[in-house]
């Protein structure tokens, strides 16, 4: 399949505060890896951190025009969206059973711009297509279902040269998102705050989760290969084993799915929160 490469890639692991390991390195060698490919389009699969969307938050959308919030040091600016592609593929998706969501407008926030300007530099060097998957206020799709919207996904694009870009996690838990999502809109102030109070919290009382790496390891493997039979177990206790952060593999999976290619891992780093690159080869 040369008209497709798929890197997947955990997001703020480019920040000066940010540990200096093989994932930061790993993601340059991506960068290099997008460059040589030269898509003519990407389609990004992403989330959200209780920013975007905020009064409906769907299972998915696609998004036909964005702007980047630049929080937490991410970029900002407008994404070349070609809208028209997207009226398209939602109109696909539809036909083939998917209830996806229109998003005529989104702001964007760091699962999307940080892993986009890591990749392609800026956010407007190539037209891209965001695919929202909500992985932070469940109930969230099962992989399963992430797995089936990428495939069609690569089915209508199979005649363009086209990235396929999954952003977020591997293993970790954000006390924050324990929270019943209210649809509550914050100033990135207060956001901040809030998140502060509610992480002191977590510590203060002893809630703060210990992870095992086995998670990571486990969906690692699964992509590392184009069988689905893993698919069906690796939600299976999520927030326990791989917390609530995990979900965001659902854009990982989404990804692996529309390359239609196994995955190798560049790089892989597990303490408090499990960051990796990889990339079709």
Not at 18 to 30: D, M
Not at 248 to 253: H, P
Request: with cysteine; aromatic share 8%.
């Amino acid at each position: 399949m040369k008209n497709r490469l798929t890197v997947c890639a955990s997001h703020l692991i480019t920040l000066p505060s940010a540990p200096h390991g093989p994932v930061r390195a790993a993601i340059a060698a991506a960068r290099d890896a997008v460059a040589r490919f030269d898509p003519e389009l990407v389609v990004f699969f992403g989330t959200d951190h209780r920013r975007a969307f905020r009064s409906v938050v769907p299972t998915f959308a696609v998004v036909l025009e964005a702007t980047a919030q630049g929080d937490v040091a991410g970029p900002v600016g407008s994404y070349d969206v070609p809208s028209s592609l997207g009226r398209a593929l939602i109109a696909d998706l539809v036909a083939h059973d998917f209830d996806i969501a229109t998003a005529y407008r989104a702001e964007l926030d760091h699962a999307f711009g940080h892993t986009t300007r890591d990749l392609l530099v800026s956010l407007d060097a190539k037209p891209v297509l965001p695919v929202f998957i909500n992985c932070a206020s469940p109930p969230h799709a099962s992989f399963r279902r992430a797995a089936s919207l990428g495939r069609r996904v690569g089915e209508f694009f199979a005649d363009r040269r086209v990235l396929y870009v999954g952003s977020g996690g591997l293993a970790h838990d954000l006390p924050g998102f324990r929270e019943p999502e209210t649809g509550v809109v914050l100033t990135e102030e207060e956001r901040q705050a809030w998140i502060k109070s509610v992480n002191e919290r977590a510590r203060s009382e002893g809630t703060i989760r210990s992870l095992v790496q086995a998670w990571d390891e486990a969906f690692l493997s699964g992509i590392g290969d184009t069988s689905w039979e893993w698919l069906d177990t690796i939600g299976d206790d999520l927030v326990e084993r791989g917390g609530n952060g995990a979900a965001e593999c659902l854009t990982w999976t989404a990804a692996w799915a529309a390359g239609g290619q196994a995955l190798t891992t560049l790089a892989h780093e597990f303490d408090t929160n499990g960051r990796a690159v990889v990339m079709s080869q």
